[in-house]
């Protein structure tokens, strides 16, 4: 009989202790709220430099190619609506203001001449933007929509020059 209450005992005692251990106030717990970046947050919140482009077909074209080389260098792209680009040899290709629809859907660029005169306006189309990639089309011929190509940017560490 002794046998059966020490065995009880020790039963109710080990119970109490998970019981008081799974009540006790755990504050060691630590929630993390993601932070969520708006189009133009994403765009200006790192250098980027094009790393590849692909044809309407997903087939990648060369950097080099007539098509896309004019597309292809480092964005500065700085939170108060001003950007610089330049060539992958670090020469200044142009500069201006800029801006990304709410949506995230186009990003528009407004070149300007060193006195502030606007060259051209350029509106494309957004395909990918988060922080690991930002990716807009290009069309060669506006009549035939069907011939495009994407120019896909990565975050670069390359100090503007």
């Not at 993601?34 to 692909?54: C, D, G, N, Y």
């Not at 292809?72 to 108060?80: H, T």
């Not at 801006?99 to 060259?119: E, H, M, P």
Request: with cysteine.
């Amino acid at each position: 009989m002794m046998n059966i209450l020490k065995k009880l005992f020790y039963g109710l005692s080990v119970l109490m202790m998970i019981t008081v251990i799974s009540c006790s106030d755990n504050n060691d717990e630590t929630t993390f709220e993601e932070t969520v970046l708006t189009p133009s947050q994403i765009l200006s919140s790192t250098p980027w430099e094009t790393t590849h482009a692909k044809n309407q077909n997903g087939q990648p074209v060369p950097l080099t190619d007539t098509h896309v080389t004019n597309f292809v260098g480092f964005a500065y792209f700085k939170a108060n609506g001003t950007f610089t680009m330049y060539n992958l040899d670090d020469s200044p290709k142009m500069h201006g203001d800029w801006s990304v629809s709410a949506d995230g859907a186009t990003r528009t660029i407004i070149a300007k001449d060193a006195n502030g005169n606007v060259l051209f306006t350029r509106i494309v189309k957004i395909t990918v933007l988060t922080e690991q990639e930002f990716t807009y089309r290009i069309f060669p011929d506006a009549n035939a929509p069907s011939v495009y190509y994407d120019i896909i940017h990565t975050p670069t560490t390359h100090p503007e020059p």
